[in-house]
Structure formats: structure tokens, C-alpha cells
């Protein structure tokens, strides 16, 4: 049975940092493409950052040079590193294998001013 576990988020300051995590069970992450999206109350789900199977990755303009995707394929988890955070990033985070109906629960950024 597959199932993501989300994990890592929480209330920062802005300039602040996090480390959000996708802890995956019944499924081997490092032969899929794994990527973050992001909802914020009353936004559409946005495509924050992208992990394809190869290891190549892309970002959102938004979080570009901000934010890294990576993955631990020892512990089968999906990383997302988030710097320099804003108030702006406050969202609901959630990661997705990408073509599957998998996803993770969603964790709560909150960026406060």
C-alpha cells in the first residue's frame, strides 16, 4: 500500500528556513518523478519544484533560487529545502509521484512578517 508521509513544516519568520519532508512507503521514489505543489487559501495548487526520475530538476520562477528539491533514495524521501521564506510562500505544501493518484497529506507554511 503506497503512502507519502509529509513532515517539516510549521510557523518561521520571513528570511527563514524549512525543510519539508515526503517519507514514501510501497513504492521506490527514485524510479518516478516526485514534485511539491503548493495551495494557498483562495489560489489555485501551484507546481513549486519538480524532481524527475533522471535527478534533474526545475523550479517555480516564484521560488527559484530559493528553494531545492532532492531526495535521500537510502531512506526513500523526497526533500524540499525552503530559504530566504516569505510571507508569500504561506501555503498548504503537498508532494505528488507524478502521474499517480499518490499524495501526500499536505503540511501547513505559515511565514509570518
Known amino acids: 500500500q503506497v503512502q507519502l508521509v509529509e513532515s517539516g513544516g510549521g510557523l518561521v519568520h520571513a528570511g527563514g528556513s524549512l525543510r519539508l519532508s515526503c517519507a514514501a512507503s510501497?513504492?521506490?521514489?527514485?524510479?518516478?518523478?516526485v514534485d511539491w505543489y503548493r495551495q494557498a487559501p483562495g489560489n489555485q495548487r501551484e507546481l513549486v519544484a519538480v524532481?524527475?526520475?533522471?535527478?534533474?530538476?526545475d523550479y517555480a520562477d516564484s521560488v527559484r533560487g530559493r528553494f531545492a528539491i532532492f531526495r535521500d533514495n537510502a531512506k526513500n524521501t523526497v526533500h524540499l529545502q525552503m530559504n530566504s521564506l516569505k510571507p508569500n510562500d504561506t501555503a498548504v505544501y503537498y508532494c505528488n509521484i507524478r502521474a499517480t493518484p499518490y499524495w501526500g497529506q499536505g503540511t501547513q507554511v505559515t511565514v509570518s512578517s
Open positions: 524532481m524527475n526520475r533522471s535527478g534533474t530538476t
Open positions: 510501497g513504492i521506490i521514489i527514485y524510479i518516478h518523478s
